[in-house]
């Protein structure tokens, strides 16, 4: 075997669909509220008395609210790389939900060239790896193009 | 001053550190540093409120209990309080209740934590259920990964620089120098700073506070009994804010992977950290111009820049100038961390927002030393615990 299973780090947060990949966050049926992670049993909006969810992708587009870059292996149960690596993690606005959902930055990105307000699309990469599986989980990287302000 | 005052009788600390024994040792001399500044008998405390430790098994769940067992049993009801960084305000406001509601007249607050070196980790164990473990599984999020995704907002709207984040160290420094409570009592230069590693861009190993062991304990009493001991004149404790978040919460916050979405219910103009201020100077009827001095909770360099608006004592991207005219400095018009702060601590969870009451107890009366801030009437405090705590204490004279 030269190539490992790809297994997505957490059941059920994102689709595995290399082209096309979406986070599932979930929406009020009452109030239209999303969640991620997924709500269950309770709607969290004070005013709403909902119940039920319907899963949703979220939006795979956003804007960059804040990020930044790890210079130090964090600890268990992160599963660093050894050698450790910097790795940056972003902070992105999504327009439709109107919500703010983290997530590490894509592998191979110059952090040196990021910059808040850039548009960042949702990609798959690389987690940390096994002898028989790569863990997979859901990353930003930026657009082509995708300074607004040039 | 309200109806909702209640005295400070006395304060206490174990030096902040990392002496690697066990938190119950730190809590005693605290406590027993408390009692004798109150000229008080541990008998005579009729309600022990302790802010518990998570990391110390399960003793530091059961806080209360474990401090009134290692001063001796001697039957005062007990509360124990967890609410991550804000436990020590949690547990003032258990006591405080406790005496407002006539069902004590005097009570022992206590905070203590042994902390491990390096990054707070989550507790063990494998828990896919538990946000504060799934944000380092899957993000490799550490604490200051967020303060550093605030501090780079920060430099995005305002123009902050690291320079900036780096003389509020310079000034924390400085003001520690003389606390023989803090752990770091060295002045530190502002390219020390911007020379020490950096750990999560923009922060760099000086603008974070440490993990440290430390203790802090305050006996507080009705005015009344505060009265009948000639203690008439003591520091009072004029509002205690405990607050949450108002849904949205638009702010990303740790734990957490994302914020309240916003899409149903339109956030308001009021974040959570400008709302746990507010809820202290509307129960005290004071605002940030009454302030003579705050203790902030400053994790990062930057976030004491956030703490500076978020309290009042300047408008939104103000702070920057605030710290550069010298103004939170000893000496100047709104001196903030005159302790030291975080910076000379160090962080002891469970301690830390007591010690912040204890530091501004030291001040009001006059007995801060060489930090003293002249003529100091009125003080603040304000921190946030994890999971959406407030905490912020005013105590006046």
């Not at chain 1, 290399?18 to 992670?37: H, Q, V």
């Not at chain 2, 494998?126 to 944000?135: A, F, H, N, S, V």
């Not at chain 2, 599984?137 to 999020?141: I, N, P, V, Y």
């Given at each position: 075997?030269?190539?490992?299973?790809?297994?997505?780090?957490?059941?059920?947060?994102?689709?595995l669909d290399?082209?096309?990949?979406?986070?599932?966050?979930?929406?009020?049926?009452?109030?239209?509220?999303?969640?991620?992670?997924k709500?269950?049993?309770?709607c969290?909006?004070?005013?709403?008395?909902?119940?039920?969810f319907?899963?949703?992708?979220?939006?795979?587009?956003g804007?960059?609210?804040?990020?930044?870059?790890?210079?130090?292996?964090?600890?268990?149960p992160?599963?660093?790389?050894?050698?450790?690596?910097?790795?940056?993690?972003?902070?992105?606005?999504?327009?439709?939900?109107?919500?703010?959902?983290?997530?590490?930055?894509?592998?191979?990105?110059d952090?040196?060239?990021?910059?808040?307000?850039?548009?960042?699309?949702?990609?798959?990469?690389?987690?940390?790896?096994?002898?028989?599986?790569?863990?997979?989980?859901?990353?930003?990287?930026?657009?082509?193009?995708?300074?607004?302000?040039? | 001053?309200g109806?909702?005052?209640?005295?400070?009788l006395?304060?206490?600390m174990?030096?902040?550190?990392?002496?690697?024994?066990?938190?119950?040792?730190?809590?005693?001399?605290?406590?027993?540093?408390?009692?004798?500044?109150?000229?008080?008998?541990?008998g005579d405390?009729?309600?022990?409120?302790?802010?518990?430790?998570?990391?110390?098994?399960?003793?530091?769940?059961?806080?209360?209990?474990?401090?009134?067992?290692?001063l001796g049993?001697?039957?005062?009801?007990?509360?124990?309080?967890?609410?991550?960084?804000?436990?020590?305000?949690?547990?003032?406001?258990?006591?405080?209740?406790?005496?407002?509601?006539?069902?004590c007249?005097?009570?022992?607050?206590?905070?203590?934590?042994?902390?491990?070196?390096?990054?707070?980790?989550?507790?063990?164990g494998?828990?896919?259920?538990?946000?504060?473990?799934?944000?380092f599984?899957?993000?490799?999020?550490t604490?200051?990964t967020y303060?550093?995704l605030y501090?780079?907002r920060?430099m995005?709207?305002?123009?902050?620089?690291?320079?900036?984040?780096?003389?509020v160290?310079?000034?924390?420094?400085?003001?520690g120098?003389?606390?023989?409570?803090?752990?770091?009592?060295?002045?530190?230069?502002?390219?020390?700073?911007?020379?020490?590693?950096v750990?999560?861009?923009?922060?760099?190993?000086?603008?974070i506070?440490?993990?440290?062991d430390?203790?802090?304990?305050?006996?507080?009493?009705s005015?009344?009994y505060?009265?009948?001991?000639?203690?008439?004149?003591a520091?009072?404790?004029?509002?205690?804010?405990?607050?949450?978040?108002?849904?949205?919460?638009?702010?990303?916050?740790?734990?957490?992977?994302?914020?309240?979405?916003?899409?149903?219910v339109?956030?308001?103009?009021?974040?959570?950290r400008?709302?746990?201020?507010?809820?202290?100077?509307a129960?005290?009827?004071?605002?940030?111009?009454?302030?003579?001095?705050?203790?902030?909770?400053?994790?990062?360099?930057?976030?004491?820049?956030?703490w500076?608006?978020?309290?009042?004592l300047?408008?939104p991207?103000?702070?920057?100038?605030?710290?550069?005219?010298?103004?939170?400095?000893?000496g100047?018009?709104?001196?903030?961390?005159p302790?030291?702060?975080?910076?000379?601590?160090?962080?002891?969870?469970?301690?830390?927002?007591?010690?912040q009451?204890?530091?501004?107890?030291?001040?009001?009366?006059?007995?801060?030393?060489?930090?003293?801030?002249?003529?100091?009437?009125?003080?603040?405090?304000?921190?946030?615990?994890?999971?959406?705590?407030?905490?912020?204490?005013?105590?006046?004279?």
């Open positions: 075997m030269t190539t490992k299973e790809r297994v997505a780090a957490v059941d059920g947060w994102f689709t290399e082209a096309n990949p979406r986070l599932l966050g979930n929406r009020c049926t009452r109030c239209g509220s999303y969640f991620f992670p709500a269950s049993a309770f969290r909006n004070p005013s709403c008395d909902g119940t039920e319907e899963e949703v992708p979220l939006s795979n587009r804007t960059v609210w804040s990020f930044t870059t790890n210079h130090y292996a964090p600890p268990p992160y599963v660093a790389a050894d050698p450790f690596e910097p790795f940056s993690v972003a902070a992105v606005q999504l327009p439709e939900e109107k919500m703010v959902v983290l997530g590490q930055v894509a592998d191979g990105v952090p040196a060239t990021m910059r808040v307000g850039d548009e960042v699309e949702l990609v798959l990469g690389t987690l940390f790896e096994d002898d028989d599986h790569e863990y997979v989980v859901w990353k930003w990287k930026p657009t082509e193009g995708a300074r607004s302000d040039g | 001053m109806d909702h005052d209640i005295a400070v006395g304060v206490g174990h030096p902040w550190g990392k002496w690697g024994r066990n938190f119950v040792e730190y809590g005693l001399v605290a406590a027993r540093a408390a009692l004798e500044d109150a000229g008080l008998e541990w405390i009729q309600f022990v409120s302790g802010a518990d430790t998570i990391r110390n098994g399960y003793p530091g769940f059961v806080s209360g209990a474990t401090f009134a067992q290692a049993w001697q039957g005062a009801p007990v509360a124990s309080s967890y609410a991550a960084c804000a436990s020590g305000a949690t547990a003032l406001n258990a006591a405080r209740a406790q005496i407002l509601g006539g069902l007249d005097v009570a022992l607050v206590v905070g203590a934590d042994t902390t491990p070196k390096g990054f707070l980790a989550p507790t063990a494998e828990r896919g259920d538990d946000p504060d473990w799934l944000r599984r899957l993000l490799g999020a604490n200051p303060f550093a501090a780079c920060r995005e709207l305002f123009g902050a620089t690291p320079a900036d984040f780096a003389k160290k310079v000034k924390n420094a400085a003001h120098l003389a606390n023989p409570n803090a752990r770091y009592r060295k002045a530190v230069t502002e390219d020390e700073v911007m020379a020490s590693p750990v999560a861009e923009p922060l760099r190993l000086l603008d506070c440490a993990t440290s430390g203790a802090a304990a305050v006996v507080v009493s005015l009344e505060a009265q009948r001991r000639g203690a008439g004149g520091v009072r404790v004029a509002a205690i804010s405990t607050v949450t978040p108002s849904y949205p919460n638009a702010v990303i916050e740790m734990p957490d992977f994302a914020t309240d979405s916003a899409a149903a339109a956030a308001g103009p009021v974040t959570f400008d709302a746990i201020a507010q809820g202290a100077y129960e005290a009827g004071l605002g940030p111009d009454d302030l003579d001095l705050a203790e902030v909770y400053d994790l990062s360099t930057a976030l004491e820049l956030d500076y608006e978020n309290i009042g300047c408008g991207g103000e702070a920057e100038k605030l710290v550069h005219d010298g103004a939170t400095t000893i100047g018009r709104i001196p903030v961390n302790s030291g702060g975080l910076a000379c601590f160090g962080e002891a969870v469970p301690a830390q927002a007591l010690a009451v204890c530091e501004v107890a030291w001040q009001l009366r006059g007995a801060a030393g060489e930090r003293q801030v002249e003529g100091a009437r009125v003080g603040l405090t304000v921190n946030q615990g994890l999971f959406g705590h407030g905490s912020s204490v005013i105590l006046a004279r």
